[in-house]
């Protein structure tokens, strides 16, 4: 029987469709917790722990996922981790204790950490090298619009109806599942690739060997950086805009308005990663992130912070773009999704340091000026990372 194609529009679109649901459940997570602390009576640390167990679901989530998509098929598990993150999280709405809240974030976390490496590494295989950059980091981009669809939830939706309605909102994704078992074709490389039976320590021993030893380590040093970063900073926002003495509903707004800057970040991102190539990419946007970070942790003023936020958001997308669109073109298709599944795993290690780091640190008094220059510091290490131990890979054909 003839495999099933589909055009590289179609495809993003349908990809892009669950990478959106993805974000919008991660971005309702960073108003609902500035909420929760109302309605709860949160300590900082405690609201810490939200985004943090979060993160620890994500890295189990995107190690075992990763695993499994090379095993059972990229399309698969797609659908597993989306049905998964979307009826978790709709059941976190039901919750009246923390600890029942936090046992379903972590689900929501495994199913979210697994879907965002195997939906990139199923477009990747799936395009042309010469344009294979440009579609990953268009993908990406639909990160974006989750996250404005959440910023528009959060601030039309919470104040009005509170926090459970949102959560419930995100529980309706489950049903797209049904949609892409129709629509969706596994990789075509997948598909094809002559079937070695390697066991997951072979192929974790892969990782490490010495043909990819320096991919792997550059991955897993940039991986960390970015999302202890990301988690840290971006989980925190509508509470920090909360703790520098701005209405609940105006941080919301506030945030909307800085999650619009994540737009042109991707765009931006996607136009230059097939000209400039992926490492000026990644290490430039990362570098922007950087000094961004410095300067929305040292801002004083709403003015100040709104265009440091912005470009913080600019930049930072811009990077997880080039940054995803990079990760699967390191390794052969045996073991591509293995490879950036225990990448993200790494990285997810970060994401839950990040916003206990940044609950831990103003419960111990001190200021945003330090906690976002801590930031600052994580991200150049992997701008080290990126131009001394990355290799080239734009347009190349993968194997």
Do not use: H
């Amino acid at each position: 029987m003839k495999k099933k194609e589909i055009s590289r529009n179609k495809l993003l679109g349908i990809a892009g469709t669950g990478w959106m649901f993805d974000a919008m459940d991660v971005g309702i997570l960073s108003f609902v917790i500035a909420a929760l602390a109302v309605d709860w009576n949160l300590t900082s640390s405690e609201m810490g722990w939200i985004g943090s167990i979060n993160s620890i679901g994500m890295a189990i989530g995107a190690f075992v996922f990763g695993l499994l998509a090379d095993r059972i098929g990229r399309k698969q598990v797609f659908m597993m981790t989306l049905v998964l993150f979307s009826v978790a999280s709709g059941l976190s709405a039901l919750t009246t204790t923390l600890w029942a809240f936090l046992a379903l974030r972590f689900l929501v976390g495994a199913g979210l950490g697994g879907e965002l490496p195997v939906a990139s590494t199923l477009v990747a295989e799936s395009v042309s090298a010469k344009e294979r950059g440009r579609v990953v980091v268009l993908l990406e981009s639909f990160w974006a619009a989750g996250w404005l669809l959440a910023a528009l939830i959060a601030y039309f939706i919470i104040p009005e109806f509170g926090w459970r309605v949102a959560l419930i909102i995100t529980a309706l994704p489950a049903f797209y599942a049904i949609y892409l078992r129709r629509n969706l074709p596994d990789s075509k490389k997948f598909v094809e690739q002559e079937k070695i039976s390697q066991t997951t320590g072979q192929k974790l021993k892969q990782l490490l060997s010495p043909a990819f030893r320096k991919r792997t380590l550059m991955l897993w040093i940039v991986w960390f950086a970015v999302v202890f970063s990301y988690y840290g900073m971006f989980l925190w926002l509508p509470s920090v805009m909360v703790i520098k003495g701005f209405s609940l509903i105006k941080s919301f707004g506030y945030v909307l308005l800085m999650t619009i800057a994540q737009l042109p970040g991707y765009f931006s991102a996607a136009w230059l990663i097939e000209r400039m190539g992926r490492k000026f990419v990644l290490a430039t946007y990362l570098f922007g992130t950087a000094l961004s970070a410095l300067a929305f942790g040292n801002a004083e003023t709403l003015t100040t912070l709104m265009v440091a936020g912005a470009f913080l958001s600019f930049f930072n997308l811009g990077a997880w773009g080039a940054l995803y669109a990079y990760s699967p073109e390191q390794y052969p298709t045996a073991i591509r999704a293995t490879g950036s599944g225990v990448s993200a795993a790494v990285g997810r290690v970060g994401g839950i340091f990040g916003p206990l780091l940044v609950g831990s640190l103003l419960t111990a008094g001190y200021g945003f000026g330090v906690i976002f220059g801590i930031f600052c510091a994580a991200i150049m290490v992997g701008v080290l990372a990126v131009i001394f131990l990355g290799t080239e890979t734009k347009q190349t054909e993968l194997t």
